[in-house]
């Protein structure tokens, strides 16, 4: 089980939903490799661009994005996604852990549109992740 107790965890949560803020992502790492303590270890206002830079290839993490994005010329929609980041040279115990670990992460980060896998930097492109949202979410005009 991971141990997201931490209140800092729903703080950060609380502001990448808020519209009064200009948070748009916060990322979870485990404080060490032999402890399953979820914390906050960062968060920002540049989206994914900036969270990807974040992102570390030796390391599991969680991250949670505000992602805004537009179905056509009149309307904005904004939506959140929860990212399960393993990197290439994560350690295997911790790798194993994760699928088990990711049930807990969601009873904190409850309200998210879809759910993306990441192992490179390159799974977390804007533009296929606006296409799942779109599909998620119902709306999808100019046919796509």
Known sequence: MADVSDPEIDQAYQDVRSDKTETSWLLLD???DRSDKLQ??????????EL?????GDKASFA???MRYSNDKESQREKFILVVWIGMSCKI???????????DVKTILRVFSVEVP??????????PI?????KAGGASYDGV
């Open 30 to 32: 485990y404080e060490s």
């Open 40 to 49: 906050v270890t960062a968060t920002g206002t540049g989206g994914l661009d």
């Open 52 to 56: 990807r830079e974040r992102l570390q």
């Open 64 to 66: 949670y994005v505000r």
């Open 93 to 103: 115990m911790r790798k194993a852990k994760i699928s088990v670990h990711v049930a």
């Open 118 to 127: 990441a192992r490179e930097k390159d799974d977390l492109k804007e533009e």
């Open 130 to 134: 606006i296409v799942k949202l779109r």
